[in-house]
């Protein structure tokens, strides 16, 4: 089976540009979890959703930051306008549901932000 | 709040041997989880073992074992024979409160397994 599925592998974009990063959990995965990693703060999570509605956001830095789950198979996380400070590998994890064990990771997208 | 503290920076352990990465934590939530991922220089994060709080024994995966002491709230991870690919960031979270599933992180361990 397909595990998650983040694209792009790497972006580098220039300050105040848009940045839309995009996951593909597994099938039949009802969460899904945007988490960042940075060396200064860790691994932090960002926002996760249950059968596609946002159940926690208190992650989400500021107002730059957006993210939506239109179905169960797709997750957009945007960052409009980019900064600098938002460079970090951003990455994605799924489970299959409330209680169960295990959060399978993405391989997680490089974002330089110039 | 929870916290999760890694108090290793970096290990560096000879080939062959066990090494045990420690991993205490805080919470006054008495359902939680506890989870170690491995994180390689290729940068995914591979689940490696999961612990719960009402769990009776100490959860146990080929190589991996998890020594879990509820009193003392750690719950250190061992690695058995130690192999060159165990060099790694290695990352001890957990999950409080069934119903918001989001894992807190400690900031991890580096092991070097040495030749």
């Known amino acids: 089976d397909a595990g998650v599925i983040q694209s792009p592998r790497h972006e580098v974009t220039e300050m105040g540009q848009e940045v839309t990063l995009r996951c593909k959990p597994i099938s039949g995965h009802n969460s899904l979890f945007w988490y960042r990693q940075t060396m200064m703060r860790g691994l932090e999570l960002l926002i996760y959703?249950?059968?596609?509605?946002?159940?926690?956001d208190s992650g989400m830095p500021e107002d730059r930051f957006s993210a939506k789950m239109p179905n169960a198979s797709f997750s957009t996380l945007k960052i409009q306008p980019s900064e600098p400070r938002d460079s970090a590998v951003y990455f994605c994890?799924?489970?299959?549901?409330?209680?169960?064990?295990?959060?399978?990771f993405g391989p997680g997208t490089r974002l330089t932000v110039l | 709040a929870q916290k999760i503290t890694q108090t290793q920076p970096g290990m560096f352990v000879q080939e062959k041997e066990a090494v045990t990465l420690d991993c205490t934590y805080d919470t006054s939530d008495p359902s939680y989880g506890l989870f170690w991922y491995k994180q390689p220089s290729s940068g995914e994060m591979i689940f490696l073992i999961y612990q719960g709080s009402y769990d009776q024994q100490n959860a146990t995966e080929g190589r991996y074992s998890l020594n879990f002491q509820k009193a003392r709230k750690s719950a250190n991870l061992v690695i058995s024979a130690s192999q060159l690919g165990d060099s790694a960031m290695y990352f001890c979270?957990?999950?409080?409160?069934?119903?918001?599933?989001?894992?807190?992180f400690g900031t991890g361990t580096r092991l070097t397994i040495i030749p």
């Open positions: 994890a799924s489970i299959l549901g409330q209680g169960t064990d295990t959060q399978y």
């Open positions: 979270a957990m999950r409080v409160s069934f119903g918001n599933e989001k894992l807190t």
């Open positions: 959703f249950n059968n596609n509605v946002p159940i926690d």
